[in-house]
């Protein structure tokens, strides 16, 4: 794996999104992705919920690309709402929301619950929440 840093700070999300991209541009690239998100391949392949030889052999599987695109759905959220990229990503995998258990973004996102992660942002945005 590749252990080289990325300026998150400094990365718009359009940057983010090319950085991502996987060669065959259909997918994210899982080596970037756990570089980005500070992850290891266990953690990743429990959250998307598969094993981690799974993950390890067809990072384009669908469970995998499903999580790693919610995931990418909610920082974007995240950082529309003000919050730079590399707090976004710190906020979405170990800040514990209150109305949700204090379970985290990914946490609730690796339960299928994007939606309602996606519409608490947008309440905490209004001002309705946090």
Do not use: H
Not at 12 to 41: H, I, K, N, W
Not at 74 to 86: I, R
């Amino acid at each position: 794996m590749n252990t080289n840093t990325v300026d998150l700070p400094g990365m718009s999300l359009p940057a983010l999104r090319e950085y991502l991209r996987a060669m065959d541009g259909g997918s994210v690239s899982l080596e970037r992705y756990l570089q980005v998100f500070a992850m290891t391949p266990e953690t990743l392949a429990a959250r998307a919920g598969v094993t981690r030889t799974v993950l390890l052999r067809s990072p384009e599987s669908a469970p995998v690309q499903a999580f790693i695109r919610d995931s990418l759905r909610v920082v974007v959220a995240l950082v529309e709402s003000g919050l730079p990229l590399d707090k976004a990503i710190f906020c979405f995998r170990n800040e514990p929301l209150s109305v949700f258990d204090y379970r985290t973004a990914e946490e609730l996102v690796s339960t299928g619950k994007t939606g309602q992660v996606l519409q608490f942002i947008e309440s905490w945005q209004a001002g309705g929440q946090g």
